[in-house]
């Protein structure tokens, strides 16, 4: 089974500054999608971001990118001009191409935003 | 548009008893699943159901089963309740049995077992 690892449990960033949150996988397949998903104290998962392996470019959704390096299996997500209303636990999550259906969750990565 | 909605959004129960949770999905939607989040951890994945057939299970003992009705609504039950059991139980649709987009969650039921 793949799995997913955040190694930072919890993040702090300053209002308008950029943060980097980690994620690795481990996987021996070639075709799969990764997500960064966003859940505040509403309990409601948000999705943020997603990348398909097959392509290169990374993905962008206004101020939020990834870093996707696919040899490294890595895939970080960059959040730029940080707001407080980004303040939540995020989540990486990797979704097998080929079988299944089910989305593999990593641990999460709590992010404090302070004015 | 209403989003995926789950009830109750809490309930105690006690070990040994019967849960039933309801979620219904996003109009049009015709896929739901259902995770489990223990605190402190990230969500796993319990069931699929698309068309009202399951087409996917984690790794979660018989105690759990899952159904989808016609109108595509799902309900989630755990028999013989373990203290274990208590997390924070999510419900995602889709409209169509691939996820390459993303789920909808809701905002889940939470499950305290005592």
């Known amino acids: 089974a793949q799995t997913v690892t955040q190694s930072q449990p919890e993040m702090s960033v300053q209002e308008a500054e950029t943060v980097t949150l980690s994620c690795t996988y481990d996987?021996?397949?070639?075709?799969?999608?990764l997500f960064w998903y966003k859940q505040p104290p509403s309990r409601q998962m948000i999705l943020v971001i997603r990348?398909?392996?097959?392509?290169?470019q990374n993905a962008t959704e206004n101020r939020f990118s990834v870093n996707f390096q696919k040899a490294a299996k890595s895939f970080s997500l960059k959040i730029s001009d940080s707001q407080l209303g980004d303040a939540a636990m995020y989540f990486c999550?990797?979704?097998?191409f080929g079988s299944g259906y089910a989305l593999n969750f990593g641990k999460g990565t709590s992010l404090l935003v302070t004015p | 548009d209403a989003g995926v909605t789950q009830s109750p959004t809490h309930l105690i129960k006690t070990r040994g008893q019967h849960v039933t949770l309801r979620c219904s999905p996003i109009?049009?939607?015709?896929?739901v699943s259902w995770y489990q989040q223990v605190l402190g951890q990230g969500p796993q994945f319990i069931f699929q159901?698309?068309?009202?057939?399951?087409?996917g299970r984690g790794n979660f003992p018989d105690r759990f089963s899952a159904r989808q009705f016609p109108n595509y609504s799902s309900e989630l039950n755990v028999n013989a309740l373990l203290l274990g059991d208590s997390a924070l139980y999510l419900c995602?649709?889709?409209?169509?049995?691939?996820?390459?987009?993303?789920?909808?969650f809701g905002s889940g039921t939470r499950l305290t077992v005592v």
């Open positions: 995602a649709s889709s409209p169509g049995q691939s996820v390459d987009y993303g789920y909808t």
């Open positions: 996987t021996s397949e070639s075709d799969y999608y």
């Open positions: 990348q398909e392996a097959y392509k290169q």
């Open positions: 999550a990797y979704r097998s």
């Open positions: 109009s049009g939607h015709k896929s």
């Open positions: 159901y698309y068309e009202k057939e399951e087409r």
